[in-house]
Every structure is written in C-alpha cells, then in structure tokens.
C-alpha cells in the first residue's frame, strides 16, 4: 500500500509521520509545492516545533517516509490520497471575514483528477464545512479524462492539540472514519479503518456518514472554545465581586458532569481552529436560516475579543491610564506553550493595542522566531494563512516599537511591566526579585494565564493582575 499526503503543513507532516513510523510496511509521501518547507523536512530542523515530532520523523525518513514536492507522480502512484490543505477563512467577496475558503482544496482535487489512472481512496484531512466531500467529488468527476475511474471520498478529521500531538497520534482519544453509505464507501471506510487499528484499540476508531464526520470537527472545536469563553466570562464577574475564579474553576471541575480540563480562565483563546471553525460554524447556520444558532456560537468569538481588550484595559487603568513610551515586556508569543504557533495568538491583538497607545514592546518566547512576531504583527485579520500575507508594508511602522530579546530577562530590563502571554513552564521559575531589581517602579505583572503565585510576587514588591483574581489594593485605588 502505498499513501501520499497533500499538504506538510501541521496537520500532515506529524499525521503521515506517525502512519509511516507505525506501519513500516506502508510507503508514505508527504507533498507540497513548496520547495523550501519540504527541504525542512528533509533536514535536521523540522519546520514545526512538536515535542517527540523529531524522533519519529528520524525514526521513519528515508525507510518509508518521504517528503517531495512530485506531487502528481506520488499521488498517480498513491493508494490512499490524504488532503491536509490549508482552508483559511474568506477575506473578501461573499462570506468574508467566516466563510471557509476552499481555493486550495478546489486545486488540490484538480491535481488528483488530472494524475489519476486508477481508481483512489480520497481522504479529507483538513478542517472543511460540511457537504466539502460532494463538492470534492464534483470535481473530480468532471476533470477526471478516464471515467472508469472511482474516488471515493472520506472524512478523517484531525483532532490533535498543538504541544502534545505526536501523543495524541499515539494514543488518540478517537480516530474518526466518514463514508458514503455505499458497498465501495464502506470497503473504503474499512481500509482506511484497518491502517489506524495497527496501533489504535478498534473501539477507538468509529464510522460515521460523510455529513456527520465533517461537522463532528466543527463542533468539537466549538464545544471546547465555549468552554474557556465561558470561564472567563465567568473570570470577569470574579474580578468584580472577589470572588476568585481558579476556585470557581476547581469547584465545577471536580462536578463529574462538567469535568476539568479547558476551564483555565486566561487573556483568550488562540490557534488555527478555534475562532476560524467557529466562524465557519456560524456562516453555515446563517447560510441554513439558522441565525438564531448562528447568533450563539458567535457570542463565543465575541467574548474572546472582550477578554483581550479587558486585559489590555486593566493594564491601561492600573498603569495611570497610559503607556506611552512605556517600555512593556510580553512573555511568550506562541497562543500556548510546547509550540512555535502563532496563529491567532492573543498575543497579536494585546501587542497591537499596546502599541496604539504608543508602548514599546519587548518580546521574549522560547520558540517564536523575530521575523514571524513581526510579520504577524504587520498582517491584516485573516491573512495569517494566505500567501499574499507573507510581506506587507506594516512591517517597518511595527519595528519601531516592537523588539524581541534572547530572554526573560532581557525583555524585562528597564520595562514597567511584564505581560504573560503564554504559560511556558519557564516563566512560573523565573527568579523575579532579579526582574523587579532591573524594572521601572512602580513595576507591574499582568499575568494572561495565571501561572504565578500573586501573593509571593507582592511581597516581592510587584503590582499583580491576575485573570478572575480578587483585585491588588493598587489596581483598585488607581482603576476606580
């Protein structure tokens, strides 16, 4: 058997590793048009940071794993066609600013129908709107020269979290199989079913219709991303009353009908999928007459862009209401720790409110790189993931308030505050009476993911917000 990818993007290139580390048999080609991230693949530094990601691509490269850019041999050759294409939100015409755009995706079906000579398992990988897989197979059918051939096509929709990945690939909660309901649907559903079971429990791989795949994907993104917009609507009203919202947490969490995990109050949500799936959810209920249901799951997206400006506007009030050439350290620019993605970090939206209010930035993460800060810090919303956003204009206004630095430390000299971004497990051991020692007085630390003990920090010296924290006495006399 032999299975190529579309796509080496984060999706693809740790999914296919995986499939080629778990089963040496199965040749694996993960494919793109760009040259240079394949030559990353190819090369001792991943384009990805993952943990555990290295060790199995070193594992599995060049015995049955490959990368290459030969896209029309590897997929003409291929058994099973995997599409992990990017689908970024429209930034223009109808359905902007929600609606998925399916450019690529469209490309990638036309490449498959033009290298076919036989008939292929088609995969959708990528995070697609529901009823993607008819359009796909419209396609197909209409560009593909021999009409013998079959394409059947299959929803497996990743459900991996940046950071722990490669386990989630290892020992996945749930593999999830949409086919047709039809003789050749099913035995393609089975033989995609087969590769998972190498190394997947059979009870953990379930099948489902085609419809029910591609929302399954949508809606677990959904639920999750409700789930922290509500702890931290419910952050705001601790804030308000002293109430302290890591108990409120806790108290619910332990309530096995609600359970703990993605109950951390923070300063928002981030990543490729969260705001982009429920936009996409939220254009499709609009496009069904469903604006009542449209409504609800955009009040998720809408409290997320509140909890940041609520964030920036503590740091306003407590900091005399300016910052104004005030040198201020943000700590992390990744939207979470174990990983060098930035997208739709809130990071972005906390440093462009900064900076209009003339604050000079600087930036310390162990694993975002200077030019990425800077170019996400120049693009306009939705950009992130369109070529055209690779350069843009912005960039030399940007350089003259943001800098980053080589560390904590660095970032701190001098400033009048630290604002934690990301809760890297580095930053809960920092020494802070050094960082207090090299601050302007009176030196605050705005902590966006409450991973530092406020009280140790004020006996220290320091000025501490923490999100749905009872308020520090200096906040509340010079806030209200």
């Given at each position: 058997?032999?299975?190529?990818?579309?796509?080496?993007?984060?999706?693809?290139?740790?999914?296919?590793?995986?499939?080629?580390?778990?089963?040496?048999?199965?040749?694996?080609?993960?494919?793109?048009?760009?040259?240079?991230?394949?030559?990353?693949?190819?090369?001792?530094?991943?384009?990805?940071y993952?943990?555990?990601?290295?060790?199995?691509?070193?594992?599995?490269?060049?015995?049955n794993?490959?990368?290459?850019?030969?896209?029309?041999?590897?997929?003409?050759?291929?058994?099973?066609?995997?599409?992990?294409?990017n689908?970024?939100?429209?930034?223009?015409?109808?359905?902007?600013?929600?609606?998925?755009d399916?450019?690529?995706w469209?490309?990638?079906?036309?490449?498959?129908?033009?290298?076919?000579?036989?008939?292929?398992?088609?995969?959708?990988k990528?995070?697609?709107?529901?009823?993607?897989?008819?359009?796909?197979?419209?396609v197909?059918?209409?560009?593909?020269?021999?009409?013998?051939?079959?394409?059947?096509?299959?929803?497996n929709?990743?459900?991996?979290?940046?950071?722990?990945a490669?386990?989630?690939l290892?020992?996945?909660?749930?593999?999830?199989i949409?086919?047709?309901?039809?003789?050749?649907?099913?035995?393609?559903?089975a033989?995609?079913k087969?590769?998972?079971e190498?190394?997947?429990?059979?009870?953990?791989?379930?099948?489902?219709?085609?419809?029910?795949?591609?929302?399954?994907?949508?809606?677990?993104?959904?639920?999750?991303?409700?789930?922290?917009?509500?702890?931290?609507?419910?952050?705001?009203?601790?804030?308000?009353?002293?109430?302290?919202?890591?108990?409120?947490?806790?108290?619910?969490?332990?309530?096995?009908?609600?359970?703990?995990?993605?109950?951390?109050?923070?300063?928002?949500?981030?990543?490729?999928?969260?705001?982009?799936?429920?936009?996409?959810?939220?254009?499709?209920?609009?496009?069904?007459?469903?604006?009542?249901?449209?409504?609800?799951?955009?009040?998720?997206?809408?409290?997320?862009?509140?909890?940041k400006?609520?964030?920036?506007?503590?740091?306003?009030?407590?900091?005399?209401?300016?910052v104004?050439?005030?040198?201020?350290?943000?700590?992390?620019?990744?939207?979470?720790?174990?990983?060098?993605?930035?997208?739709e970090?809130?990071?972005?939206?906390?440093?462009?409110?900064?900076?209009?209010?003339?604050?000079?930035i600087?930036?310390?993460d162990?694993?975002?790189?200077e030019?990425?800060?800077?170019?996400?810090?120049s693009?306009?919303?939705?950009?992130?993931?369109?070529?055209?956003g690779?350069?843009?204009?912005?960039?030399?206004?940007?350089?003259?308030?943001?800098?980053?630095?080589?560390?904590?430390?660095?970032?701190?000299?001098?400033?009048?505050?630290?604002?934690?971004?990301?809760?890297?497990?580095?930053?809960?051991?920092?020494?802070?009476?050094?960082?207090?020692?090299?601050?302007?007085?009176?030196?605050?630390?705005?902590?966006?993911?409450?991973?530092?003990?406020?009280?140790?920090?004020?006996?220290?010296?320091?000025?501490?917000?923490?999100?749905?924290?009872?308020?520090?006495?200096?906040?509340?006399?010079?806030?209200?």
């Amino acid at each position: 058997m032999k299975i190529a990818c579309i796509g080496a993007g984060y999706v693809g290139g740790p999914t296919m590793a995986m499939i080629a580390y778990k089963c040496p048999d199965i040749e694996v080609v993960v494919l793109d048009i760009a040259q240079a991230r394949i030559d990353q693949w190819n090369s001792n530094k991943l384009p990805i940071y993952e943990p555990g990601l290295d060790e199995i691509v070193f594992e599995a490269r060049g015995r049955n794993l490959f990368f290459s850019i030969d896209v029309e041999k590897h997929v003409g050759e291929a058994d099973i066609i995997f599409i992990s294409v990017n689908t970024p939100t429209k930034v223009r015409g109808v359905g902007a600013g929600a609606a998925a755009d399916l450019t690529y995706w469209e490309s990638a079906a036309r490449t498959i129908a033009k290298a076919c000579t036989s008939s292929k398992i088609i995969v959708e990988k990528s995070t697609v709107p529901v009823k993607t897989a008819e359009a796909v197979e419209k396609v197909l059918a209409r560009n593909c020269v021999d009409k013998s051939i079959r394409f059947d096509i299959l929803s497996n929709p990743e459900f991996l979290a940046e950071g722990t990945a490669i386990d989630d690939l290892k020992k996945p909660d749930r593999v999830l199989i949409g086919g047709r309901e039809t003789e050749s649907g099913l035995k393609a559903v089975a033989t995609l079913k087969a590769v998972y079971e190498r190394w997947v429990p059979s009870e953990r791989v379930i099948t489902a219709n085609l419809w029910s795949a591609e929302l399954s994907k949508l809606t677990a993104n959904a639920f999750l991303a409700q789930r922290i917009s509500s702890i931290n609507a419910i952050s705001a009203l601790c804030e308000a009353t002293g109430a302290n919202v890591k108990q409120v947490s806790y108290a619910i969490g332990t309530d096995s009908r609600i359970g703990p995990k993605f109950l951390n109050a923070s300063v928002g949500f981030g990543g490729s999928c969260f705001q982009k799936d429920i936009l996409n959810l939220v254009y499709i209920c609009e496009s069904v007459g469903l604006k009542e249901v449209a409504d609800y799951w955009r009040s998720v997206v809408t409290i997320n862009d509140y909890q940041k400006d609520r964030f920036v506007n503590r740091m306003l009030e407590a900091m005399f209401n300016t910052v104004s050439g005030k040198r201020c350290a943000i700590f992390g620019f990744a939207f979470k720790k174990d990983t060098g993605d930035t997208r739709e970090t809130p990071a972005i939206d906390v440093c462009h409110k900064l900076m209009a209010d003339k604050a000079k930035i600087a930036c310390y993460d162990p694993q975002v790189t200077e030019d990425q800060m800077i170019r996400d810090l120049s693009l306009d919303p939705y950009m992130w993931d369109h070529p055209a956003g690779q350069v843009t204009p912005k960039m030399t206004m940007v350089k003259q308030q943001f800098t980053t630095c080589k560390t904590a430390y660095e970032a701190a000299a001098g400033a009048h505050c630290i604002a934690i971004m990301t809760e890297w497990d580095e930053f809960k051991t920092l020494d802070y009476q050094k960082l207090y020692d090299g601050m302007v007085k009176p030196a605050y630390i705005f902590d966006g993911r409450n991973i530092v003990d406020p009280v140790k920090l004020r006996e220290i010296g320091f000025v501490v917000y923490g999100i749905g924290q009872p308020l520090d006495p200096f906040v509340t006399e010079s806030a209200f």
